[in-house]
């Protein structure tokens, strides 16, 4: 089975431009996480997807994160205008089912942010 | 809201059992989990508990008790290749919440 593709693997841009972020879940997963783990810190839930809608996404800064899941399955992170305290790893994780409650998320190896 | 604490850091010897503690506060859960994080790398799923008590798997135990607020997870006979980053996390209706973690610093 394959597991969560992310892609870049890394990145590094400038402070106020723009970058996206790629996430391909484990087939037939329905629910999709996007994460950010700062350096030395617990991974922090951005924003949740069950299939193309939105979950939560109370802690998604709006004024330049955003993020979609058109076809309910792959999906992108956007920030713009990025700025220094953006630089962290964003980790993209799927689970099969939200209702039960031993449904494990997988994780994918993540894409390292890095502004400078 | 959920508060989620671990200790930073732990050291131990290789062979010897460790214990990491999880404290929580919260207004309601569905189940409790256990992750490791290798340095670099994305985490993997230990164990979970939805039941107080322990649920073994192998070198690796976790303990809950919702009464107390508290979880642990016991690994036993450890190995150089443990040391990482342990996560504790709660799973509510929405979502997987993470404590910050507690880096394991196995030593010869």
């Known amino acids: 089975e394959a597991g969560v593709a992310q892609s870049p693997r890394y990145k590094i841009i400038e402070k106020r431009q723009s970058v996206a972020f790629w996430c391909n879940p484990i087939?037939?997963?329905?629910?999709l996480y996007w994460y950010q783990q700062i350096l030395g810190q617990g991974p922090k839930l951005l924003i949740q997807f069950q299939n193309n809608g939105v979950v939560d996404d109370s802690q998604l800064p709006k004024d330049r994160f955003s993020a979609e899941r058109l076809k309910g399955v792959d999906s992108t992170l956007k920030i713009q205008p990025a700025k220094l305290e953006d630089s962290a790893v964003y980790l993209c994780?799927?689970?099969?089912?939200?209702?039960?409650?031993?449904?494990?998320?997988?994780f994918g190896q993540g894409t390292r942010l890095t502004v400078v | 809201g959920q508060n989620i604490d671990q200790p930073t850091e732990m050291t131990a010897t290789e062979g010897a059992i460790v214990q990491i503690n999880c404290t929580y506060q919260?207004?309601?859960?569905?189940?409790l989990f256990w992750y490791q994080q290798h340095a670099g790398e994305a985490p993997t799923f230990l164990s979970y508990n939805v039941l107080d008590g322990l649920e073994e798997k192998g070198r690796f135990s976790s303990f809950l008790s919702r009464s107390k607020g508290y979880s642990y997870l016991l690994l036993k006979e450890l190995q150089m290749k443990d040391s990482a980053s342990y996560l504790c996390a709660l799973r509510s209706r929405r979502a997987l919440t993470f404590g910050s973690g507690t880096r394991l610093q196995v030593q010869p």
């Open positions: 087939s037939g997963h329905a629910t």
């Open positions: 994780a799927s689970s099969s089912l939200t209702g039960k409650v031993n449904t494990e998320a997988f």
């Open positions: 919260t207004s309601g859960f569905n189940g």
